[in-house]
């Protein structure tokens, strides 16, 4: 069964509770590092299931959703109460061949658009987080809730890595 909106929503929030977001988005990269050093490209392009990411395309997604994060704040920032679409997760990891990227690269892409994300974020000053863009799917979203959600988004992914590389 899908989820609604408010359901991701408060499922993605619930990750972060009583953690600092940006302190979250920080350690990110280093810990997709740390996950997949030593393990072969082969073994992170395997599925769990049929229908279910590998560790490579959950990779190449962030990096891709770190494009979508930079991309929303500064729309936001320069054109506040804007709409802000919504898109198929599930279509962008096919549509974007995230099975056939490099592993190493996805993170690298992901690492280097977290960094120039983070020092936007951090020159932010107290009004700025509050400018919103209404969201197509879950309605007003101010730059502080979508900086919470991307956080939540990172400890759900990461989760999952670490979940498919568990020793079996």
């Known amino acids: ?3 609604t909106p408010q359901q991701y929503t408060q499922r993605i929030l619930s990750y972060i509770e009583g953690k600092e977001s940006l302190a979250v988005q920080a350690a990110t990269a280093e810990r997709l590092a740390q996950l997949i050093e030593g393990i072969s490209t ?3 392009r395997r599925r ?3 229908d279910k990411w590998s560790v490579s395309e959950i990779i190449a997604h962030l990096a891709d959703g770190e494009i979508v994060a930079g991309f929303r704040v500064r729309f936001i920032l320069g054109s506040p109460g804007s709409p802000v679409v919504a898109f198929d997760q599930d279509k962008w990891v096919t549509s974007g061949h995230c099975d056939k990227r490099d592993p190493q690269k996805s993170v690298e892409l992901f ?4 960094e120039a994300n983070l020092a936007l974020l951090e020159s932010l000053e107290p009004d700025d987080w509050k400018q919103y863009g209404m969201h197509s799917e879950r309605g007003r979203e101010s ?3 979508s900086v919470r959600m991307f956080a939540g988004h990172d400890v759900n992914h990461l989760q999952q890595i670490e979940k498919i590389l568990a020793p079996k």
């Open 42 to 44: 082969s073994e992170l």
């Open 143 to 145: 730059i502080e809730h």
């Open 1 to 3: 069964m899908k989820e």
């Open 48 to 50: 769990p299931a049929p």
């Open 111 to 114: 690492r280097v658009l977290r």
